[in-house]
């Protein structure tokens, strides 16, 4: 099965965010075999639907890995998971069951590394476990044509990636087969987590999606809303 690898970043990013890009983007073309598509979104204000779901659709890959910009995980966990759903075991899968983001002199080291090299092992940060939906996600091409991507109705930082993972755990009916092992997150300065925009639309869309987490036919009924305000 073929595969492709979607990078998602705006147009505005700092010089912070564009330089993670570019180190993440280069190690995915020297440490995998598959074809890197960098999506950069334009306009106001970050929606990672607009970012994503375009190229997505455009891509002629039975395998997507919808990866963050600023994100990696080992080649051994990246492999497993893209594994699991090309062998058709699992209908999506995650790289690492938990996420450790670095502090910025961490980051600073992991950059100067070639990213064709082993990374240093680096430390210092701190570590939680990983959303589902979040950081970087493998999922066959039909599960994703079925869900319908990222919703665009979430505007900033916040809630699209919780709203990803409870639509594929809820249509599939499996939780994500996740590969133990960590998924580094490179520093940059923060955003506010929704971007400063319409933060209680944002939560209550994305309580909409925990709500219908085990409920096919309300995560259908919010699927195909949302596809009709997208149209």
């Given at each position: 099965m073929?595969v492709t690898?979607?990078i998602a970043a705006h147009a505005?990013d700092?010089?912070h965010r564009?330089a993670a890009?570019?180190?993440v983007t ?11 598509q960098?999506?950069?979104?334009q306009?106001d204000y970050w929606?990672k639907?607009?970012?994503v779901?375009?190229?997505a659709?455009?891509?002629d890959a039975?395998?997507?890995?919808i990866?963050?910009a600023d994100?990696?995980?080992s ?6 998971a ?19 983001r670095?502090?910025?002199r961490?980051?600073e ?7 064709s090299?082993?990374?240093p092992?680096v430390?210092t ?5 990983l959303?589902a939906?979040?950081g970087i996600v ?10 319908g ?5 979430f505007?900033?930082?916040g809630?699209?990636?919780y709203a990803?993972?409870?639509?594929l755990?809820s249509?599939t009916?499996?939780?994500a087969?996740?590969?133990g092992?960590?998924l580094?997150h ?6 506010p987590?929704?971007?400063?925009l319409?933060?209680?639309?944002n939560?209550?869309l994305?309580?909409r999606y925990r709500?219908a ?15 009709a305000?997208?149209?």
């Amino acid at each position: 099965m073929s595969v492709t690898v979607i990078i998602a970043a705006h147009a505005d990013d700092d010089a912070h965010r564009v330089a993670a890009r570019r180190w993440v983007t280069d190690r995915y073309l020297a440490r995998f075999p598959w074809p890197v598509q960098v999506s950069i979104q334009q306009g106001d204000y970050w929606c990672k639907a607009e970012a994503v779901n375009p190229t997505a659709a455009d891509v002629d890959a039975d395998v997507l890995v919808i990866a963050d910009a600023d994100s990696y995980a080992s080649v051994a966990g990246m492999t497993a998971a893209v594994t699991a759903v090309t062998d058709k075991r699992a209908p999506w899968a995650m790289p690492a069951a938990s996420v450790h983001r670095l502090d910025q002199r961490s980051t600073e080291a992991v950059l100067a590394t070639a990213p064709s090299t082993d990374v240093p092992s680096v430390v210092t940060g701190r570590s939680h476990e990983l959303l589902a939906g979040g950081g970087i996600v493998v999922v066959r091409r039909d599960v994703w044509n079925d869900v319908g991507g990222f919703d665009p109705r979430f505007h900033g930082w916040g809630g699209e990636d919780y709203a990803l993972g409870c639509a594929l755990r809820s249509l599939t009916g499996r939780y994500a087969h996740k590969v133990g092992g960590t998924l580094w997150h490179l520093w940059h300065p923060p955003a506010p987590s929704n971007g400063g925009l319409l933060p209680d639309d944002n939560a209550a869309l994305a309580s909409r999606y925990r709500h219908a987490k085990f409920d096919p036919a309300e995560m259908r009924d919010i699927i195909n809303e949302r596809q009709a305000a997208w149209h």
